[in-house]
């Protein structure tokens, strides 16, 4: 399927029918929002396409509406090649072979942009790889999740990742500031906005550039008219004829979120803790979800520096698993709380150093005094119920994994070791 909606040919009546979103896709590099991180001067992609060809395949990964098709468009234009693209959702390996054709037939060079490329099975992503390697198609690729995941190693192998970023507020008002004076997007109506309108719109679009053109077609096509004959947008009616959006939340925000959630209660930033909890609240996580990394947290960061840490948590997480949102945010953020706040210690990781020694040692028996129907001493037998013997193979008996840290209850944990074994420990309790 070939598609340009800046081709020469275009008529003016298809590109008036065709959504706002597709009507305003920027001709060239000035009218392109955002990515300043790849297109800026001396920027890897702004490089590439200085440079006049493509000498790699691409992949554009990033959240919807941040403007991957759009940038395709434009490397397409910018080095003059037939473009051509395919959706992963309702093509195959026969619309592949189709579009390889084609491409034989052109002394131009060609670009294949396949969309939602990341839903590629392993077969009808190896049979790009023949054309890809030949250098017949330059591929980009689009997708919302990450390709390091979901893509072939052989296919990635071929193609440079780039990571593109949702729009900020100021870069969607400037993208509804061109299409409310474009002729080809909503400037021939003459829409008289209100101060605030299109920051209200920016908000609800949530970085998503194709949600905030469709927000601001609605809002002035729906809207009442002025006495000068011309729609006038208010905020109130923005508000009132556009309910709040969705919250976006894919696989990929509740890894990250995940991750920042926990590294913020690590870290000690109260404040960070509660806005990733809140952003995870407000996605739709399940509370058993939630309380499972919090739990986790309590004992791999807090752990024996405040022993009260892990039964804190457990009651908390127990009462949102029992009562359920919407009131289990108030336990869940005493938790996050109480944990971002405590003394950390990550000492009971020795687990982690024991058991990779054990596996290296698993062929050393269990001491003979230690095994059922040994010798065994019991140290209660002996005053303050302490005997100084190492209850580890003779092979091991030097060896350290519990590491007291420096902070909190472990300061004493660490003084309670240290006296034990002492090879001066005598009398006294320790």
């Given at each position: 399927m070939q598609?340009?909606?800046?081709a020469?040919?275009?008529s003016?009546s298809?590109?008036?029918?065709?959504?706002?979103a597709?009507?305003?896709?920027p001709?060239?590099?000035e009218?392109?929002?955002?990515?300043?991180?790849?297109?800026g001067?001396?920027?890897?992609?702004?490089?590439?396409?200085d440079?006049?060809?493509?000498?790699?395949?691409?992949?554009?990964w990033?959240?919807?509406?941040?403007g991957?098709?759009?940038l395709?468009?434009?490397?397409?234009r910018?080095?003059?090649?037939?473009?051509?693209?395919?959706?992963?959702?309702?093509?195959g390996?026969k619309e592949l072979r189709?579009?390889?054709?084609?491409a034989?037939q052109?002394e131009q060079?060609?670009l294949?942009?396949?969309?939602?490329?990341?839903?590629?099975?392993k077969?009808?992503?190896?049979a790009?790889l023949?054309?890809v390697?030949?250098?017949?198609l330059?591929?980009?690729?689009a997708?919302?999740e990450?390709?390091?995941?979901s893509?072939s190693?052989a296919?990635?192998?071929?193609?440079?990742?780039?990571?593109?970023?949702?729009?900020?507020?100021?870069?969607?008002?400037?993208?509804?500031?061109?299409a409310?004076?474009?002729?080809?997007g909503l400037?021939?109506?003459?829409?008289?906005?209100?101060?605030?309108?299109?920051?209200?719109?920016?908000?609800?679009?949530?970085?998503d550039a194709?949600?905030?053109l469709g927000?601001?077609?609605?809002?002035?096509l729906?809207?009442?008219m002025?006495a000068?004959g011309?729609?006038?947008v208010?905020?109130?009616w923005?508000?009132?004829?556009?309910?709040?959006?969705?919250?976006?939340?894919?696989e990929?925000?509740?890894?990250?979120?995940?991750s920042?959630?926990?590294k913020?209660?690590?870290?000690s930033?109260?404040?960070a803790?509660l806005?990733?909890l809140?952003?995870?609240?407000?996605?739709?996580?399940?509370?058993?979800?939630?309380?499972?990394?919090?739990?986790?947290?309590?004992s791999e960061?807090?752990?024996?520096a405040?022993?009260q840490?892990?039964?804190h948590?457990?009651?908390?997480?127990a009462?949102a698993?029992?009562?359920?949102?919407?009131e289990?945010?108030?336990?869940?953020a005493?938790?996050v709380i109480?944990?971002?706040?405590a003394?950390?210690?990550?000492?009971v990781?020795?687990?982690f150093?024991?058991?990779?020694?054990?596996?290296?040692?698993?062929?050393l028996?269990?001491?003979?005094w230690l095994?059922p129907?040994?010798?065994?001493i019991?140290?209660?037998?002996?005053?303050?119920?302490f005997r100084?013997?190492?209850h580890?193979?003779?092979?091991l008996?030097k060896?350290?994994?519990?590491e007291?840290?420096?902070?909190?209850y472990e300061?004493?944990?660490?003084?309670?070791l240290?006296?034990?074994w002492?090879?001066?420990f005598t009398?006294?309790?320790?």
């Open positions: 598609l340009d909606f800046f020469a040919d275009d003016s298809s590109r008036e029918k065709a959504p706002l597709s009507r305003m896709r001709a060239d590099l009218q392109y929002q955002g990515q300043e991180h790849l297109l001067p001396g920027k890897p992609l702004r490089r590439l396409l440079s006049g060809r493509l000498n790699t395949s691409l992949i554009f990033g959240p919807p509406g941040c991957k098709t759009s395709a468009h434009l490397v397409s910018s080095l003059s090649m037939a473009w051509e693209t395919l959706s992963a959702v309702d093509s390996v189709a579009v390889a054709d084609r034989r052109r060079p060609t294949l942009f396949i969309d939602e490329i990341h839903r590629y099975s077969t009808q992503q190896d790009l023949p054309h390697e030949s250098g017949l330059q591929l980009i690729g997708t919302t990450s390709p390091y995941g893509l190693p296919l990635l192998s071929r193609c440079q990742a780039f990571r593109l970023q949702a729009l900020g507020p100021h870069q969607l008002m400037r993208l509804l500031q061109r409310c004076a474009d002729a080809h400037g021939k109506l003459q829409p008289q906005l209100e101060d605030g309108v299109l920051e209200r719109l920016a908000q609800l679009a949530q970085g194709r949600a905030a927000l601001l077609e609605q809002a002035i729906s809207a009442p002025g000068d011309h729609p006038r208010t905020s109130a923005v508000d009132e004829q556009l309910p709040e959006q969705p919250v976006k939340y894919t990929s925000d509740h890894h990250a979120c995940t920042a959630l926990i913020s209660i690590r870290g930033d109260t404040q803790a806005y990733w809140g952003r995870m609240v407000a996605g739709g996580e399940p509370v058993d979800y939630l309380t499972r990394r919090i739990r986790i947290s309590a960061d807090i752990g024996l405040d022993p840490a892990i039964l948590t457990q009651a908390c997480c009462s698993e029992a009562v359920g949102y919407p289990a945010r108030y336990p869940l005493q938790a109480y944990l971002s706040l003394p950390k210690s990550d000492s990781g020795a687990i150093r024991a058991e990779d020694r054990a596996r290296q040692t698993a062929h028996p269990v001491p003979a095994a129907g040994g010798k065994y019991n140290p209660h037998q002996e005053p303050y119920h100084m013997v190492r580890l193979p003779k092979e008996e060896e350290t994994f519990y007291p840290g420096q902070l909190g300061i004493k944990l660490a003084r309670r240290q006296e034990l002492n090879p001066g009398a006294g309790e320790p």
